[in-house]
């Protein structure tokens, strides 16, 4: 996933919101609609990103605001990967998808742009997506794109999360 590393979409984030974003979200249940949080289970929730890789890129993310996953406990980790198997699944049958890059990136040292909150990284993929891409990481996504990919996805989520 190297090549799509673009920090200054989380720099961007940063600049946006007082203190951790992830937080924000956790704490503003009442703007899901606006902040694009897709799910919401015990411990975690599915939000888009707002600076995406590719459109549909989403985050896992758990509640507690905490920067090594050795210190979250086993039982949300397997909550997290739940999620983030039911956000492939939905993905691959509903929005087609033909690939999708998993990843976390725990530490600045590995690349993570908002290193103190760990949030698991799902970035669907198209074939010959490469152009696009390089394309949307220049001029980022028109907002009705991604505004449409989240209604798309939020449409089939009950099926998958209900
Ligand atoms: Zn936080």
Redesign the pocket.
Known sequence: MEHLYAPWRDAYIKNKIE??????I?ENPDIDAKTKVLFRSTNCFIVMNLYPYTPGHLMVIPN???DKLEDLEESVWQEMNVLVFRCVTLLKKELHVSGVNLGMNLGSAAGAG?A??IHYHIVPRWQRDTNFITTIAHTRVYSTDFESFYQKIKQHIPKYFG
């Open positions: 203190g951790c974003p992830f937080c924000y956790v507690r605001h905490l908002i103190e909150h």
